[in-house]
T-cell receptor, first 112, second 115 residues
Framework: TQLLEQSPQFLSIQEGENLTVYCNSSSVFSSLQWYRQEPGEGPVLLVTVVTGGEVKKLKRLTFQFGDARKDSSLHITAAQPGDTGLYLCAGHGSGNTGKLIFGQGTTLQVKP | KAGVTQTPRYLIKTRGQQVTLSCSPISGHRSVSWYQQTPGQGLQFLFEYFSETQRNKGNFPGRFSGRQFSNSRSEMNVSTLELGDSALYLC??????????????FGDGTRLSIL
């Protein structure tokens, strides 16, 4: 069974601070996705990483896929209150399937 | 372009009842997946449908079932409701099943509360 472990589960920081969220597994994933979910809404896809060692940047967010494709990280630089939300990593297993395996999520609160 | 539409947004039921939730995918999307989200278990995969056929099923009891219609709209049904079925049920659609190359778009979910 493929599992994804996210850490930390909760993070409360001041505006302007940096943070990193980790997503780890003992299994290899063909790709990993990061989503952000706000209360009362569904998850919104931020990025998909496919190649081992890949780094993608989305404004102040940097996503990295581990060389062995078993882990990923999300780094936010100079966090802002608008970054507050639930961050989820999700992996596609092997095969041509839409099934996503989600981590437990990281709840981020950025205080002004 | 309209997003994934889930109805109803909120639902209150009592134990033992059954419920049907509906999902209309983005126009042109033919693959629909369902997920259950709870504080304790997070997001867990329920089923995936494509061309009216169930392609994958998660580890849920037989009380959970679903179907997809020829217009790609999907419904899921939960019978004999239990307190533990209280959750946010999310639907996601994509053009076709395609793993990482086919991004999935989520609806805002149906919040089901069991009394």
């Amino acid at each position: 069974t493929q599992l994804l472990e996210q850490s930390p589960q909760f993070l409360s920081i001041q505006e302007g601070e940096n943070l990193t969220v980790y997503c780890n597994s003992s299994s290899v994933f063909s790709s990993l996705q990061w989503y952000r979910q706000e209360p009362g809404e569904g998850p919104v896809l931020l990025v998909t990483v496919v190649t081992g060692g890949e780094v993608k940047k989305l404004k102040r967010l940097t996503f990295q896929f581990g060389d062995a494709r078993k882990d990923s990280s999300l780094h936010i630089t100079a966090a802002q209150p608008g970054d507050t939300g639930l961050y989820l990593c999700a992996g596609h297993g092997s095969g041509n399937t839409g099934k996503l395996i989600f981590g437990q999520g990281t709840t981020l609160q950025v205080k002004p | 372009k309209a997003g994934v539409t889930q109805t109803p947004r909120y639902l209150i039921k009592t134990r033992g009842q059954q419920v049907t939730l509906s999902c209309s995918p983005i126009s042109g999307h033919r693959s629909v997946s369902w997920y259950q989200q709870t504080p304790g278990q997070g997001l867990q995969f329920l089923f995936e449908y494509f061309s009216e056929t169930q392609r994958n099923k998660g580890n849920f009891p037989g009380r959970f079932s679903g179907r997809q219609f020829s217009n790609s709209r999907s419904e899921m049904n939960v019978s004999t409701l239990e307190l533990g079925d209280s959750a946010l049920y999310l639907c996601a659609s994509s053009l076709v099943p395609g793993g990482s190359v086919q991004p999935q778009h989520f609806g805002d979910g149906t919040r089901l509360s069991i009394l």
